[in-house]
């Protein structure tokens, strides 16, 4: 089946240092991938939709020069948190779904296993 | 998107069939209900999605009322590697976000 691959699993960093966050579709093309942040005990929100080719959305309160986005290709998106502080520590999540001829699928979007984030 | 609605928590015994609840009243007519779970520390798993008609795969089984406004997910024979928060969720297509609420945190007990 579908499979979406992130990496690292985890990172512990110094404030004011940048990270990047890998999510790959591994056997599946996806011109649309999606970023998620969840803190503990608390549900994914929806932080960004990644586009092949062309420049993310971002939902609204996340802030674009923060998370860089950057949809390379069919099968990779990048997420960079730059200038990490502690507030930014959390558990990422990427999503893809395999995409059909037309643009719509029905599809079920497949997840990442999510990077913690820890910023010291 | 529609919005879903879901209890906060539910208990289950090892061995008996899980019920999950799922209320989506605002369903539009090509919207399909989607039903993931997560496991602590993990990224969500796809368990199985419907439309209109019922469904059954290896993990789980999908039913949905006539008018649409409800579904439940049937976990026909609940272990303890079961114990997850479940999510319900309804989109329209694989190119639309996926939104996810509170969920509900099934706990089975031996």
């Known amino acids: 089946g579908a499979v979406v691959s992130q990496h690292p699993s985890w990172v512990i960093c110094k404030s004011g240092t940048s990270v990047k966050i890998e999510c790959r579709s591994l056997?599946?093309?996806?011109?649309?991938m999606f970023w998620y942040r969840q803190f503990p005990k608390q549900s994914l929100m929806l932080m960004a939709t990644s586009n092949e080719g062309s420049k993310a959305t971002y939902e609204q309160g996340v802030e674009k020069d923060k998370f860089l986005i950057n949809h390379a290709s069919l099968t990779l998106s990048t997420l960079t948190v730059t200038s990490a502080h502690p507030e930014d520590s959390s558990f990422y999540i990427c999503?893809?779904?395999?995409?059909?001829?037309?643009?719509?699928?029905?599809?079920?979007?497949?997840f990442g296993d999510g990077t913690r984030l820890s910023i010291l | 998107d529609a919005k879903t609605t879901q209890p906060t928590s539910m208990d289950c015994a090892e061995g008996r069939a899980a019920n999950l609840p799922c209320n989506h009243s605002t369903i539009s007519g090509n919207e399909y209900v989607y039903w993931y779970r997560q496991i602590h520390s993990q990224g969500p798993q796809y368990i199985i999605h419907?439309?209109?008609n019922n469904e059954t795969n290896e993990m789980a089984s999908l039913i949905i009322t006539e008018d649409r406004k409800s579904s439940t997910l049937i976990l026909p024979h609940a272990t303890l590697r079961d114990t997850a928060v479940y999510y319900c969720i309804v989109r329209v297509s694989n190119n639309n976000d996926m939104r996810f609420g509170a969920g509900t945190r099934l706990t089975v007990k031996p």
């Open positions: 419907g439309l209109k």
């Open positions: 999503s893809a779904g395999a995409e059909f001829a037309g643009g719509v699928s029905r599809q079920p979007q497949h």
């Open positions: 056997d599946f093309q996806a011109t649309t």
